[in-house]
């Protein structure tokens, strides 16, 4: 859309507000367009996605090695996906009946991929702790240039009060590098004094509070052991070893193992949100009102990106290079699909800030086609559910009771998981907590004292210059990622100028 046609789009607009009908018959129009760009934009997605997936993703050793934890139910939905994708025309042309099989059957699939993503988040935190008990246990024999601890503590308190905004987020870093040190009485008072904070709801505490039970404990989550069974198996043959009865050859190849599994366990997160972004996008062409002959007709790149991907599922195509070119195409195409959808909503954004009671103006049959754009976006952003604001006026204050109870509880799932872990276990996992739960009001004043009391107790000189050492790369790799994202913000914030 060139400035000329927002131009006059624009003036259409203004013009229409003079008339409820005109105004209604114009919103029509532009969420119509919408819902196309939409359309076309979530075709291109499917078959581009699928092309990295199949013909990038499965390509890569670590997602080889990955497959042989995926089970007969898994497989099952890939190759039902891939050959949706292949015969995707065939499908939406189809009579009723079969469309709406076909539908069923990926809102299944996606009901179940997204339960797969949450026991493999479950995974990946098990998997973690293991990893970490095994390195903490080859800190004694670590080896590295010394550090100058006064400079090291000045460093630490430097950081952490570089950018008053990220105070707590840096405090956090610091404390999930540490070993814990903190007695049992201690941390939950920590617990308690970081949850008894002002939330806006009770939901924003409770998501609070099961992230917390989760990070400590990622067999807590829902479907933990039925899907991806062997993962569990794994996880639980490799906490249940001894570590005072291994070798240090033994800890290092356990050590070995479990960095494997937790690439596995990434891995297969990757192949999930893969198909599922395959999913949504097929979910959108088969829900949306254009056939897709009348999209190839507005953008003629997809008849040529389908006879390219149909190309590749009869293995016609075998060099990397061409697939790479085809696939930077396509992602080039797409990105200016999304530049036109961004300027339908710049558009829509005016006449949300005019001075008009759009209430008035807006009938029912306008909000059925927000509802079903809302939808198309939603699956098109890969979100689970659709998050509506709520009415921040109308919300009751959160009872204080309700949350001091909540706390008790959390602090007694803690204590009584805790008994069943050993010494090296538990400590690993309350050490995770301290870069999860918010951090107290003034702790920052304790801080230095805590990372002096964590290095210096229990630690034999190997093993607190391990640590120290660990804490400046992480201070180093934050302020790196911050470098970045504050770059990137800004060539957001900046791209907005441009229309």
Known sequence: M?????????EKLHESLKSPEKFSQFLKEIIKKQKEIVQIISLLEAYNEATYLNYVLFRKREVVKALEYMDDKNRGILEVVKNVVNDVYHYQVAEKKIRDN????????????????EVLYGYYVEAKYVNEVFSDKLRDSFAAEAIDEESFYESVFNFVNEVEEEKEERIKEILSSLPFAMSRRRFYDYLQKALEREYSTYESFLASVINIEENFYGKLVEGYGDIFPSIASKIESLQSLDLKLLSKEEIEMYLEESSELVKAIHSLREI????????????????????????????PFIKQYIEFYKRLMRNEIKSSKEIEKSVKKCDSIISSWYFELYKYNLLLGEIE?????????????????????????????????????????????VDGMIIKNEIKNV???????????TNEYRKAR???LMGIIPVPVDFDKELLHYVRNALELDNSYSRKLSYMHTIKKKMDLYRELRKQKNFYESLIKNSKDVI
């Open 430 to 432: 309350l050490k995770r």
């Open 411 to 421: 602090i007694y799932l803690i204590e009584e998981l805790s008994k069943k872990m």
């Open 272 to 299: 999930i949100f893969s198909v599922r972004r395959v999913i949504n996008r097929l979910l959108i062409v088969f829900l949306g009102e254009e056939d897709i002959q009348s999209l190839i007709k507005k953008e």
């Open 2 to 10: 060139s400035q000329d046609e927002i131009k006059k789009l624009r």
């Open 102 to 117: 076909v539908e069923k059957a990926m809102r299944e699939y996606k009901d179940y991929l997204e339960d797969a993503i």
């Open 353 to 397: 800030s005019s001075d008009h009671n759009l209430i008035e103006i807006v009938d029912e049959s306008i909000i059925g086609e927000v509802e079903i754009l809302a939808e198309y976006e939603n699956l098109l952003n890969d979100a689970t559910e659709i998050v509506i604001e709520s009415d921040k006026f109308g919300e009751d204050p």
